[in-house]
C-alpha cells in the first residue's frame, strides 16, 4: 500500500470535521435523497430509467444488463444509438448557438465554439475519414494536445463508428507507437506542435519517429497549431484544413449498437505493457451523462470547467462526452496553469464566469504552494461547485480548496473512479451528502461497492481493506484489447464474482469510504498511474543498466514520486551525468511524468532468497523509514550501502 496510503490512515483517525451542504444548495439540488432509494430498491431499473431519459435511441434497448457472459457484462444490448448525434446534433434545434467550449490557447488567442460550429466540424472531418477510406471498426489514434480539433477528432470517428484511441500529447514516439501497434491503428491524427509552457512540444516529428516503426498506418492527419516547420510525406500525410475545407458539412450519423467499442484507453497495469481498456456506447453514455448532471448538479446556464487533459479518461467522460450529452458550456485551457504566470486559471474563471470547477489534489497542492495571492487577486464568486479527482486528496488540501478557492460556499464532490470504470463511482451528492475533507464519502447511486478482507470477507465498518465493486454498471470496461484473459485475471480473478479496483479503502463509523492509494505495482504521480515495471523496462533498456528497481514514494507535491535503484554493468561508473542520462532516458522511452525523481546506484539490490527484489524495503529506504530485521535476505549487507547512499540525497532531482 502506498505511504499517501498510511499518511490518510494517521489523517483518518483525527479527521471528525463533518460539512453539510449549504441550504441554498439543497433545495435546487438535481439529486434529491430518493435517488438513492430508488436505485437502492432496483439498481437496474434506476440505470434503465437513466439510460432511456438521457439518450436518444435509435431504436430504444429492451435488455438492461446481459449477464449471461459475466464478467464479460453487456448493457442496453439490443438497442442503437450514435453519440455524435447524441452529443451535437439533437441540440441543434434548441441549441445551436449555445456555446460548447470557450476554448483559450496558452499564447493567448481565445476561441468562442458553439454546437452549431462543433457540429459543422465534425460533419465536414468525418466525412474527410471516410474519403481516407477509415471504416467502421477500425482504429484511429489521435495523438494532439487541447486544441478544439482534438474533441472534433473524437466525434467524428464516433460519428462514422471508428474506435479511437487517445494518447496523451506528453507521451514519447515509443510510447505512441506501442500503443498504435497493439491496436493496429489505421491512422493517426496529430497537430504540428503544442504549446508548452512557451516552447513547442514537436507532436508530428514524434509521430513521424512512431510511424516509422508502425506498419499499420496508412494515413497521418496533421492540424496547424505552432506553424513549427514539419516533413510532410507525400499520400501519407494531410493537412487538416485542407481535409476540411474540400468536405462537406452534410453526415448522416452511422447507427451504432449499444455494445460496439467506442474508444480504447491506454493505462498502465502491474506489467510493463499498457492495457487497452475498452469502452463500449449505450452504458458509457449513460454512466458519463448521468454522473455529469447529479454529481455537478449541471444547470443549463452553468459554466463548466474540468480542467483535466483529455489524453486521461477525465477528459474523455467529463470534458467530452458527459457534459456535451448534457449541453453543457464548457471550458477548454490548452496549457500550462502556471504560463504566463500563476494567475491564469483564477483569469480564466474571473474571465468565463466558471460556477463549476473539477481538478486533481495534485494541482490543489501546487496552487496551496504558489500562495493565496494568485487566487486573492480574482474574482471567483462564480464558482459554486468544486471537485477533486485522481488521487487522495489530504485533509489540509480539502481545506485550502475549500476557503481559498470555494470561499467556504461551495460543496466539493471529491470522485473516485478509474479509467477502467469510465465514470464516477464513490462520490458525495453535493446537496444530499455531508463531506468530510479527504473521503471520497459513499457510492453513486447505482453502485455497489464494498471493502473486502483477503478472504473475501466484507470488513466492518471501522475497518480497512480492498475496494471491490460488488454489482456491474453500465460505463464499466467491456475488456483488454486483444486481451481478454488479462481483463479477467486483473480484474475479476482475486474474488468470485465482483470487480477488485486495486485500491485500499478503510470505512469510519459511519460508513464513509476513504481510499488509501493502489495496493499493486501501480505508482500514481500526479494522478497518473505508472507501473512499476514499465519504468524498470526502461531503464534496464539503457546499455549502462544491469538490474533496475522502482519504486513509488510519499511526496508532499506530486502523491507520490519515483524513486530509482539501479544496477550498473560491470565496468560502467555511476556520475551525476549517467543520472540525468538516464532520467531523460526514462522519459523518451515513456513520457516526462515516468521521469524517476531520485535514482541511486548500488552494487547490488536486496533480494530474498528466492531472489525477488524486496521492493517494500527499498520503499522504506526512500521513505527514511526505520528498517525492520533484514537478515533473511539473501545479501543483507547491501541494504546498509544503499541507506547509505539514499541519506546522501545522491540522484535526487
Ligand atoms: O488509485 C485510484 C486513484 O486513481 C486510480 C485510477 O487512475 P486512472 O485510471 O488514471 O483514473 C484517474 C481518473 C479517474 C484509482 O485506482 N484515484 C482516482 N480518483 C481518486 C483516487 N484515489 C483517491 N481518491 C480519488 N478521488
Redesign the pocket.
Known amino acids: 500500500m502506498s505511504s499517501t496510503g498510511n499518511e490518510a490512515i494517521e489523517n483518518l483517525l483525527s479527521e471528525d470535521r463533518s460539512f453539510p451542504p449549504p441550504a441554498a444548495f439543497v433545495d435546487a439540488a438535481n439529486a434529491q435523497p430518493s435517488i438513492y432509494q430508488e436505485a437502492e430498491a432496483d439498481y437496474l431499473a434506476f440505470w434503465r430509467r437513466q439510460a432511456l431519459e438521457r439518450i436518444d435511441w435509435i431504436r430504444e434497448p429492451t435488455v438492461t444488463l446481459d449477464d449471461a457472459d459475466a464478467p464479460f457484462f453487456k448493457w442496453f444490448t439490443d438497442g442503437t444509438l450514435n453519440l455524435s448525434y447524441n452529443c451535437l446534433d439533437r441540440h441543434l434545434d434548441t441549441g445551436g448557438d449555445k456555446v460548447a467550449y470557450h476554448w483559450e490557447g496558452e499564447p493567448g488567442d481565445l476561441r468562442t465554439i458553439t454546437y452549431s460550429d462543433l457540429h459543422a466540424e465534425v460533419c465536414r472531418f468525418a466525412n474527410a475519414l471516410i474519403g481516407l477510406g477509415v471504416e467502421r471498426g477500425d482504429r484511429v489514434a489521435i495523438y494532439m494536445g487541447m486544441i478544439p480539433e482534438l474533441p472534433v477528432a473524437m466525434l467524428a470517428c464516433a460519428r462514422i463508428g471508428a474506435i479511437h484511441s487517445v494518447v496523451f500529447g506528453g507521451f514519447s514516439s515509443d510510447a505512441l507507437a506501442d500503443r498504435i501497434d497493439d491496436a493496429t491503428a489505421k491512422l493517426v491524427i496529430t497537430q504540428d506542435g503544442a504549446w508548452r509552457r512557451g516552447s513547442i512540444v514537436p507532436l508530428k516529428d514524434f509521430t513521424d519517429v512512431a510511424v516509422d516503426r508502425c506498419e499499420s498506418i496508412t494515413d497521418v492527419i496533421v492540424v496547424r497549431r505552432c506553424e513549427n516547420d514539419v516533413t510532410m510525406t507525400e499520400d501519407r500525410d494531410h493537412w487538416y484544413h485542407d481535409l476540411i475545407e474540400e468536405a462537406s458539412s452534410d453526415n448522416e450519423p452511422a447507427e451504432m449498437s449499444a455494445e460496439d467499442p467506442l474508444y480504447i484507453l491506454y493505462?498502465s497495469g502491474t506489467t510493463a505493457k499498457p492495457k487497452g481498456i475498452v469502452h463500449t456506447q449505450g452504458g458509457y453514455l449513460t454512466g458519463v451523462s448521468t454522473t455529469h448532471h447529479y454529481v455537478f448538479d449541471i444547470k443549463p446556464d452553468d459554466v463548466y470547467w474540468c480542467a483535466a487533459d483529455i489524453g486521461?479518461?477525465?477528459g474523455h467522460s467529463y470534458i467530452v462526452y458527459g457534459p456535451l450529452a448534457n449541453h453543457t458550456t464548457g471550458v477548454m485551457y490548452e496549457g500550462a496553469p502556471d504560463t504566463p504566470t500563476k494567475n491564469r486559471l483564477w483569469e480564466i474563471v474571473e474571465r468565463y464566469g466558471v460556477t463549476v470547477f473539477y481538478t486533481a489534489p495534485t494541482a490543489i497542492r501546487a496552487f496551496m504552494k504558489w500562495g493565496d495571492e494568485y487566487p486573492a487577486g480574482h474574482d471567483l464568486s462564480s464558482l459554486r461547485l468544486l471537485g477533486?479527482?485522481?488521487?487522495?486528496?489530504n485533509p489540509e488540501a480539502w481545506m485550502w480548496y475549500q476557503r481559498t478557492i470555494g470561499g467556504e460556499r461551495c460543496p466539493i464532490v471529491?470522485?473516485?473512479?478509474?479509467?477502467?470504470t469510465g465514470s464516477i463511482m464513490l462520490t458525495p451528492l453535493p446537496g444530499v451528502v455531508s463531506t468530510k475533507p479527504g473521503s471520497?464519502t459513499f457510492p453513486f447511486p447505482g453502485v455497489g461497492a464494498d471493502v473486502f478482507d483477503e478472504a473475501g470477507n466484507s470488513v466492518p465498518l471501522g475497518g480497512g481493506g480492498y475496494l471491490v465493486l460488488t454489482k456491474p454498471w453500465p460505463a464499466m470496461l467491456r475488456t483488454i484489447y486483444g486481451d481478454p484473459d488479462r481483463y479477467v485475471d486483473t480484474y475479476w480473478s482475486k474474488y468470485d464474482g465482483v470487480y477488485f479496483?486495486?485500491?485500499g479503502c478503510k470505512r469510519d463509523d459511519e460508513g464513509y469510504y476513504w481510499?488509501l492509494?493502489?495496493v499493486d505495482d501501480v505508482m500514481?504521480i500526479s494522478?497518473?498511474?505508472i507501473s512499476t515495471t514499465e519504468v524498470e523496462s526502461a531503464l534496464v533498456a539503457h546499455e549502462t543498466v544491469a538490474e533496475a528497481a522502482v519504486v513509488g514514494r510519499a511526496d508532499d507535491l506530486t502523491g507520490e514520486a519515483i524513486a530509482a535503484f539501479v544496477t550498473l554493468r560491470s565496468g560502467v561508473e555511476g556520475t551525476e551525468e549517467l543520472i540525468k542520462e538516464l532520467r531523460g532516458f526514462v522519459s523518451e522511452k515513456i513520457s516526462p511524468i515516468a521521469r524517476p525523481k531520485s535514482i541511486v546506484f548500488a552494487d547490488d539490490l536486496p533480494k530474498t532468497r528466492s531472489g525477488k527484489i524486496m521492493r517494500r524495503l527499498l520503499k522504506d529506504i526512500s521513505e527514511e523509514r526505520q528498517l525492520g530485521d533484514v537478515t533473511t535476505l539473501a545479501n543483507a549487507d547491501v541494504v546498509q550501502e544503499i541507506a547509505a547512499m539514499a541519506e546522501a540525497g545522491k540522484g535526487e532531482e
Open positions: 493505462t486521461w479518461v477525465t477533486t479527482v485522481g488521487e487522495p486528496i471529491d470522485t473516485w473512479w478509474q479509467t477502467e471520497a479496483a486495486g485500491d481510499l492509494g493502489r500514481n494522478g497518473h498511474r
